[in-house]
Antibody
Framework: EVQLVQSGAEVKKPGESLKISCKGSEYKFTSYWIGWVRQMPGKGLEWMGIIYPGDSDTRYSPSFQGQVTISADKSISTAYLQWSSLKASDTAIYYC??????????????????WGQGTLVTVSS | DIQMTQSPSTLSASVGDRVTITCRASQSISSWLAWYQQKPGKAPKLLISKASTLESGVPSRFSGRGSGTEFTLTISSLQPDDFATYYCQQYNSYSPTFGQGTKVEIK
């Protein structure tokens, strides 16, 4: 069965950097886009962006472009989400998920069929 | 961005009830809509894709309908395991968006 296993909870101070990870297994990691979703405390789901580990093509939601960096290391089947300077408003649970869908005009469109367990990021002084 | 609006935000129901959640898109998304279920402290789980295609292993009491701008998720006979929050997600655009969620509570 497809598995996505995320790194553990983090507690950071404002201004610090952070990189969280998501390791995929039991499927061909380089053949599916993988994405990140934010859930702020008590709130709904927000689509952040996706990456194709096969060639590192990355697409961001306009809301998150420039705020985070999504990357992947296909040699170890792992995707990453990173911040260079955290803010208190980055406090949230971050989920990785496998993207499944189709292409339209060369762009990926789809939904998330398998999800990681989530990583809680707390940013507080 | 395409805005997705779910109604109601909260729904109180009893075991055995038939419940329907509505999701409206701010513009046509054809049938490019997914539904997820999320329980407290857990990751979302995909229930339905392409508006009406039930995922493998999802009970048949769940069903989805709609196209264009209006969609519904129906649970034909609510079970104790179904009390959760449900989200719709459009994937018609390059920047997919979720609805704000509908919490199904025990009446």
């Amino acid at each position: 069965e497809v598995q996505l296993v995320q790194s553990g909870a983090e507690v950071k101070k404002p201004g610090e950097s952070l990189k969280i990870s998501c390791k995929g297994s039991e499927y061909k990691f380089t053949s599916y886009w993988i994405g990140w979703v934010r859930q702020m405390p008590g709130k709904g789901l927000e689509w952040m962006g996706i990456i194709y580990p096969g060639d590192s093509d990355t697409r961001y939601s306009p809301s998150f472009q420039g705020q985070v960096t999504i990357s992947a290391d296909k040699s170890i089947s792992t995707a990453y989400l990173q911040w260079s300077s955290l803010k208190a408003s980055d406090t949230a649970i971050y989920y990785c998920a496998r993207h499944y869908g189709y292409y339209e005009s060369g762009a990926p469109r789809g939904y998330f069929d398998y999800w990681g367990q989530g990583t809680l990021v707390t940013v507080s002084s | 961005d395409i805005q997705m609006t779910q109604s109601p935000s909260t729904l109180s129901a009893s075991v055995g009830d038939r419940v329907t959640i509505t999701c409206r898109a701010s513009q046509s998304i054809s049938s490019w809509l997914a539904w997820y279920q999320q329980k407290p402290g857990k990751a979302p789980k995909l229930l339905i894709s392409k508006a009406s295609t039930l995922e493998s292993g999802v009970p048949s009491r769940f069903s989805g309908r709609g196209s264009g701008t209006e969609f519904t998720l129906t649970i034909s006979s609510l079970q104790p395991d179904d009390f959760a929050t449900y989200y719709c997600q459009q994937y018609n655009s390059y920047s997919p968006t979720f609805g704000q969620g509908t919490k199904v509570e025990i009446k």
